[in-house]
């Protein structure tokens, strides 16, 4: 009998999508196929009609009732990277000090921009975690502010540990020292419900590939009032919209979106944002909810093997990286794929400085389970079996070793 092979690397991209998702990008490639706003025809009408639902279905999957605040970006590190070099270059062409806080479990798609724009005399602060659960203290990114800060920016779901930060508490301290707070959902969105200007949030960074079910190459960036005053554009060019003029359109979402859409994508995001609708998002929370739960149950019940971030479901999403002693990660998830078809990522996650805080970063990280909307139960209990398998499998290699 073949094994199922159980993709749980859905905190890289999900998949599989929802087949409407394939359909409609197969649908505008075949029928349509024309540029939005670049042509009076009918086809560039139609393009123009599956932007505009996409951007609509996201405005209102975010309860943003102007959906000009959604801009189009390549990927989640595409839109953090729009905030944070906009933030910086609004700044520096006023020749104003920048400084900008983030945390230890933060991505490299925010710790790399920030080490980057060092050269450019922008100075950060990263807000420790706590080794346990990865969580960071509101009261510790308010210190971490000084008058120079012009962002504070925290993820919201560890890619790592699954830690889900009280995003709440944050954006409290940063509006009360009037800074932007910039959230990195990539680990969130389509997850669980987002509301980011209910939430107290200025900027949200989100891919449209990963729980959101889009394809890759799709993601954006939300801004709330005034935050287009905030964040310069990195790319000007063509829009379709004000020929006539030289400079770029400074009008949402135009400013930030030159140059032609990835429209293939976006009307398969757009598809991918029906399938949620459909679904309801409180759906596929409760869903995820209790396969977390199950599998997290399951593995504290293995003996001797480490389970990073909270013990609980309490502050979590469907992330979960298991390290178990004397197996490196990338041994661990090779023998979960080989012998029993469980697909994980093992490594450190393009996040080091979480690794550093849970202890992981010099053992070759951890080996990483990431649950989506598709995931069954029969996917969990499959994944824990192989993952006590694997366990006890390296337990036992050791024990023969010490034993001469
Ligand atoms: C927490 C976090 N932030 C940012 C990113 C970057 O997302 P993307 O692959 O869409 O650029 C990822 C991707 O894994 C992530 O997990």
């Not at 935050?227 to 006539?244: A, I």
Request: hydrophobic letters at 40%.
């Amino acid at each position: 009998m073949t094994t199922k092979r159980v993709y749980l690397d859905n905190a890289a991209t999900s998949f599989p999508k929802p087949p409407r998702v394939a359909k409609a990008m197969a649908q505008f490639s075949f029928d349509v196929g024309a540029s939005p706003g670049r042509g009076a025809y009918a086809e560039s009408a139609q393009a123009r009609r599956f932007l505009d639902a996409a951007r609509s279905s996201l405005a209102s999957l975010m309860h943003e009732p102007d959906a000009s605040r959604i801009v189009f970006t390549l990927n989640c590190t595409d839109a953090l990277s729009l905030a944070i070099y906009g933030i910086a270059r609004h700044w520096r062409r006023r020749s104003t000090p920048v400084h900008m806080v983030t945390t230890a479990m933060d991505h490299n798609s925010v710790l790399r921009p920030l080490n980057d724009l060092a050269a450019d005399g922008v100075s950060a602060t990263h807000v420790a975690a706590a080794s346990d659960t990865g969580l960071v203290a509101a009261d510790d990114i308010a210190k971490a502010i000084t008058p120079a800060t012009k962002l504070v920016c925290v993820v919201h779901g560890s890619n790592v540990s699954g830690t889900l930060q009280d995003v709440k508490a944050i954006a409290h301290r940063c509006r009360s020292a009037g800074v932007p707070l910039l959230v990195d959902a990539a680990q969130s969105a389509g997850h669980i419900p987002l509301s980011p200007a209910s939430m107290g949030i200025d900027l949200l960074a989100v891919p449209g590939h990963k729980g959101l079910l889009g394809p890759l190459g799709t993601g954006a960036l939300w801004l709330g009032p005034g935050m287009e005053t905030l964040v310069d554009p990195l790319r000007t060019g063509g829009t379709g919209s004000q020929s006539e003029n030289d400079v770029h359109p400074k009008t949402l979402p135009d400013r930030y979106e030159a140059g032609s859409h990835n429209t293939v994508g976006l009307a398969g995001l757009s598809a991918a944002l029906t399938y949620i609708e459909t679904r309801t998002i409180e759906d596929i929370q409760t869903h995820e909810a209790a396969l977390g739960a199950r599998l997290l149950d399951g593995l504290l019940c293995i003996d001797g093997l480490r389970i990073l971030g909270p013990q609980t479901m309490e502050s979590r999403c469907g992330v979960f990286s298991v390290t178990s002693p004397g197996v490196s990660p990338t041994q661990f998830a090779a023998e979960l794929e080989g012998d029993h078809g469980v697909l994980s990522r093992a490594g450190l996650h393009c996040a080091p400085l979480a690794h550093q805080t849970f202890g992981t970063l010099n053992s070759g990280g951890a080996t990483r389970l990431s649950l989506g909307y598709s995931t069954t139960m029969d996917d969990v209990d499959q994944a824990i079996e192989a993952v006590e398998a694997v366990h006890s499998a390296a337990h036992a290699r050791r024990a023969a070793i010490l034993v001469p």
